[in-house]
């Protein structure tokens, strides 16, 4: 088997980097939640802290790939124009059920 065989592809790659991510994230919450209960974590402001990993969490999970981009089916070149933004994937932000939903067009 040669190296291009043993290569993940980009997607599969992206997944392997949003499930790092997440494990990271799953560490760094139970530690921050330790912190907060803490003698030392008293003057932290848990609502603020709280508030960014709840939306940290939430923008990983919609980020992930999770269909193949439609253009796919027709023979279409994915570009940064593209829902998919050049990936070839959607993310679960615009999939529900299994088929594209519209979006409002925000990216970050
Ligand atoms: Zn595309």
């Given at each position: 088997m040669d190296n291009e065989e043993e290569k993940l592809s980009p997607a599969d790659e992206a997944m392997v980097d949003f499930d790092s991510v997440n494990n990271t994230y799953a560490l760094l919450s139970l530690q921050v939640r330790r912190l907060l209960k803490s003698?030392?974590?008293?003057?932290?402001?848990k609502d603020s802290i709280m508030s960014c990993l709840h939306n940290f969490k939430n923008e990983l999970m919609w980020g992930y790939p999770s269909m193949a981009c439609p253009h796919a089916f027709a023979n279409k070149k994915h570009e940064d124009t593209c829902q998919c933004k050049g990936t070839g994937f959607l993310p679960r932000s615009q999939v529900k059920d299994g088929k594209r939903v519209a979006t409002n067009g925000s990216s970050s």
């Open positions: 003698e030392f974590g008293k003057h932290l402001h």
